[in-house]
């Protein structure tokens, strides 16, 4: 997550040519790209449940104020990825029982729908998309063949949301979105307790293969299949301490 000077510099440097449009889009823009890579790493695991943010590290972090720091929290608390206490300390959100099984039944409920509409780009947009899934997959086989977690929960994140993506459902993909900020970092967690070795992604490979045939389907069945087998780990891993 750690950004270098050169990137701060390339994301975040003024046009050649200011004015007040320009000047007044950029820290809206610098808040953008700060909640987009937090939100990235708490999707795909790389912060656990339960770890202390600050607005100042934060800030640090990506070579930002404490404004932008200060507004991408506030959003992603609203999201139930952050939690606040009175005290005003901010931490990656903790799972509960009663929480995981109402964000696995919200999982199985969104997400078979919001996969099923990639079906309705056209054949060769289709093809891309399915090429580019079996890249995904293929980086995310060779995580689980050398036993690495962090790898495997972003490559299976990056493969759903690749897809979900696809869908052009831009209301569906931010109630998924929200789901996904909930249950990433746990996710990881019980991922690093139960071992690659536990997992199978062969719902991947159907998942690619009814896009390619062009079957809403069957396509929605195996992200069904996927959100089931992959929550039933979750809930096998599961710990009230984590």
């Not at 996969?115 to 689980?144: F, S």
């Not at 991922?191 to 396509?219: M, N, P, Q, Y």
Request: glycine residues 6%; contains cysteine.
């Amino acid at each position: 997550m750690a950004l270098t000077k050169a990137m701060i510099m390339t994301a975040f440097a003024a046009p050649d040519k200011s004015s007040q449009d320009n000047s007044a889009s950029r820290p809206a823009a610098v808040h953008e790209e700060v909640y987009q890579r937090l939100r990235r790493a708490i999707i795909s695991g790389q912060l656990e449940p339960g770890r202390a943010l600050s607005v100042r590290g934060l800030a640090a972090e990506f070579g930002v104020s404490a404004m932008p720091a200060r507004e991408a929290i506030r959003q992603l608390a609203a999201q139930g990825a952050l939690e606040i206490t009175p005290t005003r300390r901010v931490a990656v959100a903790r799972m509960t029982k009663v929480k995981l099984d109402e964000l696995c039944d919200a999982r199985l409920a969104l997400e078979p729908s919001l996969a099923g509409r990639a079906v309705n780009a056209p054949p060769a947009a289709r093809e891309a998309l399915a090429a580019k899934l079996t890249d995904i997959d293929e980086a995310l086989d060779q995580a689980i063949g050398r036993g690495d977690s962090a790898d495997y929960a972003k490559y299976n994140s990056e493969f759903h949301f690749t897809l979900y993506e696809a869908a052009e459902a831009p209301v569906y993909l931010g109630l998924v979105e929200s789901l996904w900020l909930q249950t990433g970092p746990f996710m990881r967690v019980v991922i690093g307790r139960l071992g690659t070795s536990s997992l199978d992604d062969d719902k991947h490979k159907e998942i690619v293969a009814a896009l390619r045939a062009g079957d809403a389907a069957k396509l929605e069945v195996a992200v069904r299949e996927d959100i089931m087998q992959g929550m039933s780990n979750i809930v096998r891993g599961y710990s009230p301490d984590v």
